[in-house]
């Protein structure tokens, strides 16, 4: 199922694309945590997540604000400390605008 | 690998999500073409795909401009309508202005 993003455009996407390194290392777990965390940030309006050969994962929020107070929250700093440290090889984050959206049916 | 754009924000990034149908249908053949010609559009910066449940197809463009014409391609505009007949149960196109970025290493 795709994420259901109830807000019209202006509205904004955080694209967050990775290489895993190898093996699990917490990662599941954490991740799962952080799922949790998210998706009760206010702000926040749904998220789409997929993993082949690179992962991408895109949350969307209603403000910069929120996007910024999710970056600082302090379990969410954890996260991102171990990510460099254990899970990612590599990991790029854009910050994005959403000017309009449309779909299908 | 990620996808390596050259060009500094601001640019551009279209979020395609998408659910598949089951079964190929020519969807692989199809993909391969439509890459292969994406990748030679004027304004084309770079692309990140994956898929598990859902599908996301992010690719980075210079300008709306660019998106705009590579939306009314002609090969492309086949492929979409092959793609709501028998590729895809649901999807989402995402028009977005990329406005920061950054990344680890």
Redesign the interface.
């Known amino acids: 199922?795709?994420?259901k993003v109830s807000m019209k455009?202006p509205y904004y996407?955080v694209?967050f694309?990775?290489?895993r390194t190898e093996g699990d290392r917490g990662y599941e777990e954490m991740a799962t945590t952080i799922k949790k965390l998210v998706e009760q940030q206010p702000g926040f309006l749904g998220m789409?997540?997929?993993?082949?050969?690179?992962?991408?994962t895109?949350c969307y929020w209603d403000s910069l604000q929120a996007i910024e107070r999710w970056k600082k929250n302090e379990q969410h700093r954890v996260a991102q400390a171990l990510g460099?440290r254990d899970w990612?090889a590599?990991?790029?984050?854009?910050?994005?605008?959403?000017?309009?959206?449309?779909?299908?049916?």
């Not at 789409?48 to 991408?56: E, F, L, N």
């Not at 910050?95 to 299908?104: L, T």
């Open positions: 199922m795709l994420a455009p996407a694209i694309t990775s290489v789409d997540s997929a993993r082949s050969h690179v992962g991408i895109v460099r990612y590599q990991y790029r984050v854009r910050i994005c605008k959403v000017e309009a959206e449309y779909g299908w049916p």
